[in-house]
């Protein structure tokens, strides 16, 4: 595994398959050297705790501490708590594990003597021995809204409680308009040598991020090149609501579809092979977009191949570094 000159990496990053890429990340570049924006969409209230599932998974991710199968919470997990719980609930649908409370008491407890959502990230984020940097997104109140025929449902509701059923018709980040990006993370973009947007849901994972002050902005900015991989394999997801997402919105379910997002500040396109195994046409299409395109094995079911896409894209990146931002066309 070449050792790689260190260079500051961002990631904009939402649930399982971001994590999957980040592990692969902090295995060839020191952990000092990678940045994480997550997204706080997803978070929501269970019982009074404030539970945070994308900075848990990504926390948990980076920690070698996550469910390896499911890709978020916790190993060998216990729901006796859940299962006291319903003696007087009936809204027990969200799969709270006994260990996994032990870090939403924490956070709730934090948060209520007053830290900030960032400061109790980073408090988890070294009691777990992680060297990144975790950023939460926002230390404001932001809630994904998802909008099927049941009704508007946070995002948990819509992918966990309704199992990702119904037309999605609108989604909506509510709190947006008053929400601030967080402490550090226009830093860490301005700061990066390289910005990566791992698989994640271009809507629910990465829209909210990008719905922030300053964000997008940044993004089409920066001189350093920002590379996007497609959280599609031939039109889906490994995991999650994103083509049945994209479907509701009218937003064309493919890797280019995804691209049309990010056009206006992304220069590089990861595919995987299974996009262009019948047909040249999306690597083409995103070439006349003014994307770079890479063709790999994006499919991250374990750890190798988590490393492999990983020093794939620094590598690319390292090779096709700028010489000045005008050397990537871009639209602004
Ligand atoms: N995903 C599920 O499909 N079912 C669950 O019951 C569930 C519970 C859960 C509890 C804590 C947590 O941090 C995540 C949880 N998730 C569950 C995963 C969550 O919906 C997201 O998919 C991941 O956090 C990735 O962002």
New binding site residues.
Partial sequence: MSTLTSSRITALA???G??RFLRGVVRIVPGTDLSVIV?TG?DEEFFGLS???????VT?TLANAVDPE????LPQETHRCLAALERYYTDT?????DA?LA??LFRTQELRQGQTLSQVTAAIARKWGIEATVLPMSNERVRTVVHTEAGALT??EY??KQ?SEGQVSKVEFSGIETAQAAPGVVNAIHGADLIILPPSNPIV?IGPILSLPGVRQALRDTPAPVVAISPLVAGKPI??PADRMLAGLGIEVSSVGVATLYQDFVDTFVLDWQDIEHDPAPRERLEKMGLAVIVTDTVMNDMDKSVALAQTVIEFTHQKRPKAASSFPRRT
């Fill in positions: 939402g649930g399982v971001a994590a997204n997803d539970v945070s599932p994308d900075l848990d998974t948990y499911k890709g978020w919470g649908w969200f799969g709270l594990g996994d870090t939403h995002f948990q992918f966990v199992r994972s995991k999650g």
